[in-house]
Antibody
């Protein structure tokens, strides 16, 4: 069964850091681009960052560029999101998502979603 | 970057049909979009992709009651024979220039 399982969400103070992980199973991670998508409480979905199958190409939304870094370890089948300089408006459920086809990010939709992990930024 | 516009809410009766709309910004009117369903308290679920031609491709396990269509810059999701479990938020999504874009979502209430 194709599955994504996020972990690492926590309560963190403004200005702090956190690393999220997404463990993939049931498919060859390196064959697909992956992304992180977040959802603030009571709000809609917002794409955060995407990465190519090889990890050579990454893209991020303006709101997180320079603060968040997406990476992957294909040998371990894990996707990461390193979040630095966290702000209150980063509070959200963070989902990892697999692109339907292709290894280059932002060339297709998402066909598999994880269950999400909650990040709360508050003092 | 494309902009996707959705009505914030919709409602329809159990057993009836409903058609949700996602409108692309005019310069992006030929783009493919996808529909995702998010039931209360759950993660999103991929439903289908809809092309400008009206052709659509559904994800695995999506019931036949769900279909897609298109007209100009509008992309539609039609749900027939509404069931209580169809009460959810529905998001359209597209991709371009190294980013992915979501519409604001439509909250569907099944009466």
């Amino acid at each position: 069964e194709v599955q994504l399982l996020e972990s690492g969400g926590d309560l963190v103070q403004p200005g702090g850091s956190l690393r999220l992980s997404c463990a993939a199973s049931g498919f060859t991670l390196s064959n697909y681009a992956m992304s992180w998508v977040r959802q603030a409480p009571g709000k809609g979905l917002q794409w955060v960052s995407g990465i190519s199958g090889s990890g050579d190409n990454t893209f991020s939304a303006d709101s997180v560029r320079g603060r968040f870094t997406i990476s992957r370890d294909n040998s371990k089948n894990i996707l990461y999101l390193q979040m630095n300089s966290l702000r209150a408006d980063d509070t959200a459920v963070y989902y990892c998502a697999k692109e339907l086809s292709g290894s280059y990010p932002a060339t297709d939709t998402f066909d598999i979603w994880g269950q999400g992990t909650m990040v709360t930024v508050s003092s | 970057q494309p902009v996707l516009t959705q009505s914030s809410s919709a409602s329809a009766s159990l057993g009836s049909s409903v058609k949700l709309t996602c409108t692309l910004s005019s310069v992006h009117s030929t783009y493919i979009i996808a529909w995702h369903q998010q039931q209360p308290g759950k993660a999103p679920r991929y439903l289908m992709k809809v092309e400008s031609s009206g052709r659509y491709n559904k994800g695995s396990g999506v019931p036949d009651r769900f279909s897609g269509s298109s007209s100009g810059a509008d992309r539609y999701l039609t749900i027939s024979n509404l069931q209580s479990e169809d009460e959810a938020d529905y998001y359209c999504e597209t991709w371009d220039s190294n980013s992915q874009v979501f519409g604001g979502g439509t909250k569907l209430t099944v009466l």
